[in-house]
């Protein structure tokens, strides 16, 4: 499992690349945010390409990526 950790304004994040994500679940982002037994952060991210780039689903921007966020510290 290869992942980043990252940290800002007093927040830490395990992150995933989409293509390289294990399937997130509850269990999982309790372990991997365990201070004590686990990696420790506070949530899990995970970034993916945009697929759909569709009218309805693009800004003028034109998005790159998604970024999935979990929570179940």
Do not use: W
């Not at 990252?6 to 294990?22: E, Q």
């Not at 365990?34 to 009218?55: C, N, Q, Y």
């Amino acid at each position: 499992m290869t992942f980043t950790k990252m940290h800002g304004l007093g927040n830490d994040f395990v992150m995933f690349a989409g293509d390289d994500a294990p399937e997130i679940t509850p269990e999982l982002v309790q372990s991997l945010c365990d201070r004590r037994t686990g990696v420790g952060a506070d949530g899990v991210i995970v970034v993916t390409p945009v697929e759909d780039r569709s009218e309805e689903h693009t800004s003028e921007l034109q998005s790159q990526f998604r970024i999935s966020y979990a929570v179940f510290c």
